[in-house]
């Protein structure tokens, strides 16, 4: 079985009026499992588009997607929901907390839409997110955060599942140049040391030093860029 992402001649059309739009063209990547990816391009060249699409968000007009060996264009909205939940971990530009939910809680609150919580995911939780050096920040509230403990806590609660596949949309989008290389590099060791298949969408070409390779979209289209 192919473990990581790997998508195939994938184009998406939006239909707007009588014109049809290409918003893919005929895009393939192959992200394998301790890789972490950069994909960079002007705003309307179709990268939200590719990461909602890599993300099983979106269902691609034509191609082949597949996350860890599901095939997902074959798959039914309930199945794609379960993919969602249990292969893919997301980042968000902004950090997407509860503003209601403690640190842990925002861990957990993951485990709760999979089913019931148990001791042993508190435990993983609590770990998790001491190895992210929020130890201390357990019990702590969204507003008591830092902009990068914000985002650490986001990486944290995206590795709640042990999803094979994470996916960051522009997560230094809000931070500073110091709390942004140390949120990126925090990501590429995670990546690394869990061994996942991880792809990040950004704007931020200061960050690029961190991936393994990087790609450039323009009008739907996607190419390695030149190293």
Known sequence: MSTGLHMREVTMYYAEGNNRITALDHVSISVEPGEFVAVVGPSGSGKSTFLSIAGAMLKAS???????????SKLTEKELSNIRLQEVGFIMQSSNLVPYLNVLDQLLVV???AGTIKKEDKAFATKLLEELGLGLKLKSFPEELSGGEKQRTAIARSLMNNPNIIL???????LDTKRAHEVVSLIAREVKSRQKAAIMVTHDERMLEYCDRVYRMYDGGLSLAES
């Open 62 to 72: 034509e191609g082949d997607i597949q996350l860890n060996g599901n095939h997902i």
């Open 111 to 113: 485990k709760r839409m």
């Open 168 to 174: 960051a949309d522009e997560p230094t989008a809000s």
